[in-house]
């Protein structure tokens, strides 16, 4: 379990975080909507270690001061692949203390569990945007994490490869029962991804409304259209619409 | 139309170009030879004159300060690229890099004689500004979310300059590379033909001028040509296999 309690941060004069409180359970997918420039990123990279925060704690069920494990997955592939690397050398990089034999197996599994086994001798420029994406989750995987971070990591792909790119997601992440965090702008992604949705408002920012989503997991992507989706999306547009204006 | 054939057509339509200025005697023959008479004299300097060791001499000048100038240019230039001082440095890179290598040969000779340490440091001093400039500018533009990654994967100091900022900065260090190459050349040429030297391909162009051997003088500039395209072409090539992802 994952306790974001009280963060706070602000860049010189500006307070972009004001307070952010909320909790990622077990095996948990949680997606954060707010509009741009409210610091889902920067939270994300604060839950990640890569930023500090001014005021707040990040709790994990671990004991001791043991650091939590993160892996993000950001919304450029082409910018967090390794291009001097191979498919399968960039998810192999991603392994740490593991003997070589052991690690060519893990990295191997990932691929197959990828469907990028035919693909692992490939650079990352020679893939499509949607595959090159695939690769940053298995690198990700490899990282074995507490948590998976990920910042938009459906936006930078056409419509189409978005879709099937969360379906594989949604397929994986059942497999892995691992907590997940994803930043993104679409409802329909948060809906379709996410157990819990977490709304932020304009910066300085705070937890405006918590949903819950207890639609069964694995969803199937023809859920969006159904009744209770529809229930979510009109929630999330009552509860923006304070700041559209 | 195969591209050797249209290479084949262009080698001779220049050849005849030439051949009817130099037959127009706009020039006298002496001063202006045709290029059968070229042609003859690359036969001669290579059957006679041992031009190969002017080659083999020329191409060791060029390539050890080529690779003494890379090898200095990206360790200072990454020692700048993580300097606070960044700035205030590359102006004085900048300001050395106006200084035209030829205007210094009066002091590289007083510093170091008139024999190959004087003419290798020529052509450090040629290529280590560029370099030096390129890398930094490798150091300073690498992608941040890469590192980012780095961080998140518990990486070292060490592990992230050797696996993730060396290959990241290695496409532009590449380009100062190929700028080096051609500014090595020129700075041999000219160090073998005002430094002291009983070889290279400079010295030759300078003896067949002052003998008017213009023929075998010709010859040699245009040897000296083949020896900078092709030391290029071996570069682009290495570069298109160790450097794959440049430009993607």
């Known amino acids: 379990m994952l306790k974001i309690i009280n963060v706070t941060k602000s860049f010189g004069q500006t307070k972009i975080l004001d307070g952010i409180n909320f909790e990622v359970a077990d095996n948990e997918i949680v997606a954060i909507v707010g509009p741009n420039g409210c610091g889902k990123s920067t939270l994300l990279k604060i839950i990640a270690g890569l930023e500090t925060m001014d005021n707040g704690e990040i709790k994990t069920s671990k004991v001791g001061d043991e650091e939590i494990k993160t892996s993000i997955i950001f919304q450029d592939h082409r910018a967090s692949l390794f291009p001097w690397k191979t498919i399968g050398g960039n998810i192999e990089f991603a392994i740490t203390k593991m003997d070589y034999k052991l690690k060519k197996i893990k990295v191997d599994q990932i691929l197959s569990q990828l469907n990028l086994t035919k693909h692992q001798h490939k650079f990352p420029y020679q893939l499509s945007g949607g595959m090159s994406q695939l690769v940053a989750f298995g690198r990700a995987i490899a990282q074995d994490p507490d948590i998976f971070l990920l910042d938009e990591p459906f936006s930078a792909m056409d419509y189409h490869a978005s879709l099937k790119l969360q379906q594989q997601f949604i397929e994986l992440m059942a497999l892995i029962k691992k907590p997940a965090c994803i930043v993104t702008h679409s409802f329909d992604e948060a809906i379709l991804l996410a157990d819990k949705i977490v709304i932020l408002s304009a910066s300085p920012t705070k937890v405006i409304q918590i949903l819950k989503n207890n639609i069964e997991r694995p969803r199937k992507i023809e859920m969006l259209s159904s009744l209770e989706a529809q229930e979510i999306k009109q929630l999330l547009f009552t509860n923006i619409s304070s700041f559209l204006l | ?248």
């Open chain 2, 1 to 248: 139309m195969s591209n050797f054939v249209k290479q084949l057509l262009i080698i001779l339509t220049l050849s005849w170009c030439w051949f009817l200025l130099s037959s127009a005697n706009i020039f006298p023959a002496l001063l202006f030879p045709s290029p059968p008479e070229i042609i003859k004299s690359f036969y001669i300097i290579f059957a006679e004159d041992g031009i190969s060791y002017d080659i083999y001499l020329t191409i060791i000048r060029m390539v050890s300060g080529l690779v003494a100038g890379i090898a200095l240019g990206v360790v200072v230039g990454v020692l700048i690229g993580f300097s606070s001082l960044v700035k205030q440095i590359t102006f004085w890179v900048d300001f050395l890099r106006s200084i035209p290598g030829a205007a210094l040969f009066p002091a590289f000779m007083l510093l170091f004689g008139l024999g190959e340490l004087a003419k290798i440091f020529s052509v450090i001093f040629a290529t280590v500004l560029i370099v030096i400039i390129n890398t930094t500018y490798g150091i300073k533009n690498m992608n941040k979310t890469r590192l980012m990654v780095a961080q998140t994967l518990k990486l070292s100091k060490l592990q992230t300059f050797f696996q993730i900022i060396l290959p990241e900065s290695l496409p532009y260090i590449s380009v100062g590379i190929r700028h080096a190459i051609s500014y090595s050349l020129i700075m041999v040429i000219v160090t073998e033909m005002f430094m002291g030297t009983q070889y290279g391909l400079g010295k030759r162009i300078v003896d067949f001028h002052l003998t008017y051997e213009t023929g075998k003088m010709y010859a040699v500039i245009i040897l000296t040509g083949m020896v900078g395209y092709f030391v290029n072409r071996l570069y682009i090539f290495f570069e298109a296999k160790k450097i794959h992802w440049m430009g993607r």
